[in-house]
């Protein structure tokens, strides 16, 4: 075998591998013949022959086990190799389920041809037998989500927490901010954190999300007789996978006419990468939401791709002030200046400005000096089911 730059070039009669030999990648023929045979009875037996464009040793790329048949050339051939390597990054990028099923997939076809001994994980190493129960572990963990989530849907297990959000000048409590929790039938009390990046990887977001909207609304009339507050609100959470269908401000429209929901005292939140994943589509519907009357806050405001450019861009109304920048504060000359700037730079573009994580009076009375608007953290209420809000 002689190799010419990234190509491998094979003389009639050259054994590619042997079965048995390590799986360290696959090869794609660019020109040329392979033979592909099996040891049956100690004779190797042909199995299949390939030619130019195909794929060969590929089961490698993914299992890391030995060959389960022997390839050699039966033309001058030249091969493109594919290195494992090349195509690790992509498997561990790759959503776990998929992951399990590919090696589940694998694990029959070896055992078919007859390489149980090479599919068993007791003839693996560790570092292999590790990572693909780790891999199988996750797998079984968001696949049983994914069921318990579409049963929480259906079961109206979940619930809204709603945390109030006050009138710096007043602590007034001018409107809501909208927070999930799931009552889980045997875990009781689940945290958001610990469902919805399984939601959002499966788009059942989009369900999650307007069961959230639709409640929301529900529970408004009961909730703004809590305020006091000339245009008071209630905001909820939008997800990035939910402005990728066109249904989305439809659906937004009939959750709002069916409660009699006011538009006006809607907010609808958001991140910076609702807009970074498809600025031009999230553009369009934004500024759809915005028609009907609603209000559009950005979220988290200076932890992640914050710019002058979102800002001005995109029909925001509130700017939400992310509550690490808020609790240091006082202590961080840093981010006591983000703060102020954040303040400014909001009210010069018609915003109000929201700062989150407010524990302190010390904090609020600062947050006022600064021209802030609205404050939300405990030093106002924790968040609270409806029935326990004080009325």
């Keep these: ?20 030999d390590e799986g360290d990648g696959a090869y794609l023929i660019e020109e040329g013949m392979i033979e592909i045979s099996v040891m049956n009875n100690g004779q190797a037996l042909q199995v299949n022959k390939i030619g130019k464009g195909e794929l060969f040793g590929e089961v490698a790329l993914i299992d890391h086990q030995p060959r389960t048949a022997t390839a050699k050339a039966i033309e001058n051939t030249v091969l493109i190799a594919i290195q494992r390597s090349l195509v690790n990054e992509l498997l561990e990028k790759t959503d776990p389920i998929v992951r399990h099923l590919l090696l589940v997939i694998l ?3 070896r055992n078919k041809r007859g390489n149980a001994q090479y599919s068993s994980i007791s003839h693996q190493s560790s570092d292999i037998a590790n990572k693909r129960n780790s891999i199988r572990g996750e797998a079984t963990y968001k696949l049983t989500m994914v069921n318990d989530i579409s ?3 259906n079961n109206d297990e979940f619930e809204l927490h709603y945390q109030p959000i006050c009138a710096l000048t007043s602590n007034n409590v001018a409107g809501y901010e909208a927070l999930i929790r799931w009552r889980h039938p045997t875990q ?12 959002e990887q499966t788009g059942q977001i989009r369900e999650v999300g307007l069961w959230t909207l639709e409640r929301a609304c529900r529970d408004w009339p009961i909730l703004r007789k809590t305020t006091n507050f000339d245009l008071p609100f209630v905001s909820v959470n939008m997800s990035p996978s939910q402005l990728t269908g066109e249904s989305f401000v439809e659906e937004v429209k009939s959750i709002i006419s069916r409660n009699g929901m006011p538009p006006t005292e809607l907010k609808l939140e958001l991140t910076e990468n ?13 500024m759809q939401l915005t028609e009907l009357g609603s209000t559009l806050a950005i979220d988290d405001f200076g932890t992640g791709h914050s710019s002058l450019e979102t800002l001005d861009r995109y029909p925001i109304g509130t700017l939400k002030i ?15 200046e983000i703060v102020n700037s954040s303040i400014q730079l909001a009210h010069s573009l018609g ?6 994580g407010i524990e302190t ?9 600064l021209g802030c608007n609205f404050g939300q953290g405990w030093l106002f209420g924790r968040p609270a089911e409806l029935k326990n809000i004080p009325r």
């Design 351 to 356: 915003m109000d400005v929201v700062a989150e």
């Design 274 to 286: 609702v807009i970074i994943n498809n600025p031009e589509v999230a553009l369009q519907l934004l």
């Design 107 to 109: 694990d029959r076809y």
């Design 151 to 153: 049963r929480a849907l």
């Design 322 to 336: 992310d509550r690490y920048f808020t609790s240091s504060m006082l202590a961080s000359a840093q981010s006591g």
């Design 188 to 199: 009781g009390l689940v945290s958001p954190l610990d469902f919805l990046w399984v939601a």
């Design 1 to 20: 075998m002689l190799n010419n730059l990234n190509r491998e070039i094979y003389n009639i009669g050259d054994i590619i591998f042997k079965e048995g």
């Design 361 to 369: 009076e010390e904090v609020r009375r600062k947050l006022l000096e």
